[in-house]
């Protein structure tokens, strides 16, 4: 199994600043006959089930804000927020579709400092 | 518009059984890939099953041999069989569909969710 590392587990930042997350996996999620990259983002807010942001690491879901943003390439990815706002206090996970099982990394709570 | 709706949830004894059910409208229900994911008490999401539009299954290693998931496309449903129920067990889950046909495995609906709970 492609194991998912998301790092930090948590991060505090303050309204209108950036938060960046970071994930890893154990093996690249590069599909070499297409050159894409199979990872999305999730976003779970508390009580409710998680919501796609990102898919293909940078593709950004219709209807997600601009301010989210997906990057990397192979093993490593970042989720970036460019200006937090209160409604983004949540956590975010990471996942591979390159190979079942389909894999999450273990989320990343994000606060307002 | 896609909706989703588990049901099945509940109490259960250790080693015992349950099948959850996922009620889908709003799209063809057929064409689509479906999954279960559970989320233990205050945990991450874990992926527990898949199965493709033409019926080819996948279950993760900690339920493989425990837990079947099926559908009905007559029904318009979504199954997941769970036996030998373990305190590990225990969680939400949620069904969820693939955000396009032919997508993968990218997740782009997801259901609120069942509980599971595992005691004696």
């Known amino acids: 199994d492609i194991v998912m590392t998301q790092s930090p587990d948590s991060l505090a930042v303050s309204l209108g600043e950036r938060a960046t997350i970071n994930c890893k996996s154990s093996?690249?999620?590069?599909?070499?006959?297409?050159?894409?990259?199979?990872l999305a983002w999730y976003q779970q807010k508390p009580g409710q089930p998680p919501k796609l942001l990102i898919y293909?690491?940078?593709t950004r879901e219709s209807g997600v804000p601009d301010r989210f943003s997906g990057s990397g390439s192979g093993s490593d990815f970042t989720l970036t927020i460019s200006s937090l706002q209160a409604e983004d206090v949540a956590v975010y996970y990471c996942?591979?579709?390159?190979?079942?099982?389909?894999?999450f990394g273990q989320g990343t709570k994000l606060e307002i400092k | 518009e896609v909706q989703l709706v588990e049901s099945g949830g509940g109490l259960v004894q250790p080693g015992g059984s349950l099948r959850l059910s996922c009620a889908a409208s709003?799209?063809?229900?057929?064409?689509?890939?479906f999954f279960w994911v559970r989320q233990a008490p205050g945990r991450g999401l874990e992926y527990v099953s898949a199965?493709?539009?033409?019926?080819?299954?996948f279950h993760a290693n900690s339920v493989k041999g425990r837990f079947i998931i099926s559908r009905d496309n007559s029904k318009n449903t979504l199954y997941l069989q769970m036996g030998s129920l373990r305190a590990e067990d225990m969680a939400v889950y949620y069904c969820?569909?693939?955000?396009?046909?032919?997508?993968?495995?990218?997740?782009?609906?997801w259901g609120q969710g069942t509980l599971v709970t595992v005691s004696s």
């Open positions: 969820a569909r693939d955000k396009m046909a032919g997508f993968g495995g990218v997740i782009g609906y």
């Open positions: 709003g799209f063809t229900f057929s064409s689509h890939a």
């Open positions: 199965i493709s539009s033409d019926g080819n299954t």
């Open positions: 093996q690249s999620v590069l599909y070499s006959s297409n050159k894409r990259n199979y």
């Open positions: 293909w690491a940078s």
């Open positions: 996942q591979q579709y390159y190979s079942s099982p389909q894999t």
